[in-house]
């Protein structure tokens, strides 16, 4: 498996993967419902790539297939953190997740978690500052802020 920095051509299929794994990874912890309202099917490649391109965004690959993504901004926010439903539990989450951590100057590191995530996250030290519901289209969706302090 190599990892990557994110490009522009890339976003389609990153698109394509977010949507396949929230439907089929978080479908244990999410109702069908909240699962359409995350991810609707319909997410603008424009603002994707535009997001993805304005924070530090990596790609997993093995023989040339894209297993997984994540990105973080600047502050230390982990936006996005992804692994292909074929691809999990292969460490892939963490070896991004390690990227993306040691690339950021900041005391701390912040996501916002799912039910399904927040496992992971607490293994790797994160710890839970809040729990929270997130309104989307009138359905809510349960998540997680959780921080990391680097120093």
């Excluded at 997984?68 to 502050?75: E, M, P, V, Y």
């Excluded at 390690?98 to 293994?123: N, Q, R």
């Amino acid at each position: 498996m190599t990892i990557r920095k994110y490009k522009p051509s890339d976003c389609s299929e990153l698109i394509t993967l977010f949507y396949q794994t929230v439907h089929t990874v978080n479908s244990a912890d999410y109702s069908p419902e909240q699962l359409g309202v995350w991810a609707t099917g319909n997410e603008n490649p424009d603002e994707w790539n535009k997001s993805l391109s304005e924070h530090y965004t990596v790609v997993a690959e093995e023989n040339n297939i894209i297993c997984g993504f994540g990105d973080i901004d600047s502050t230390g926010y982990l936006d996005r953190l992804f692994v292909h439903k074929d691809f999990q539990r292969l460490k892939i989450a963490s070896k991004i997740c390690d990227i993306l951590e040691k690339s950021v100057v900041s005391d701390k590191i912040t996501v916002h978690s799912s039910v399904t995530a927040k496992p992971f996250f607490l293994k790797r030290r994160y710890t839970v500052i809040k729990r929270q519901q997130v309104v989307r289209n009138g359905i809510a969706l349960t998540n997680y802020i959780m921080e990391k302090t680097t120093s």
